[in-house]
């Protein structure tokens, strides 16, 4: 049974900083690359920040710098952790596993939102 679960999302005021997680389980997590995408209400679904399975990161232009994507293999888990949080930041945040051996192995998280207001 594949399943991604997330948790950290909330609401936080600019400025401030959440860390956001992925637990995954019936993958093989060391052969998946991990990303994480976010949609905002009315908008298309987009990357945010990618990891591959040698730790090679990459990042949406409007999360450069304060956006970090890690991964712990013993815990099968990837975080985001989101510094310098803004409004333009508020949206689901979904986890992905992309197997590397296969494009057809994808997984989705359910998604977790983060609001970003005063």
């Known amino acids: 049974q594949v399943q991604l679960v997330e948790s950290g999302g909330g609401l936080v005021q600019p400025g401030g900083s959440l860390r956001l997680s992925c637990a995954a389980s019936?993958?093989?997590?060391?052969?998946?690359?991990m990303g994480w995408y976010r949609q905002a209400p009315g908008k298309e679904r987009d990357l945010v920040a990618r990891i591959t399975v040698v730790g090679s990161t990459n990042y949406a232009n409007s999360v450069k710098g304060r956006f970090t994507i890690s991964r712990d293999s013993a815990k099968s888990t990837v975080y985001l952790q989101m510094n310098n949080l803004k409004p333009e930041d508020t949206a689901v945040y979904y986890c992905k596993a992309s197997d590397i051996a296969s494009r057809s192995l994808e997984v989705w998280g359910q998604g977790t939102l983060v609001t970003v207001s005063s």
């Open positions: 019936g993958i093989i997590f060391s052969r998946n690359t």
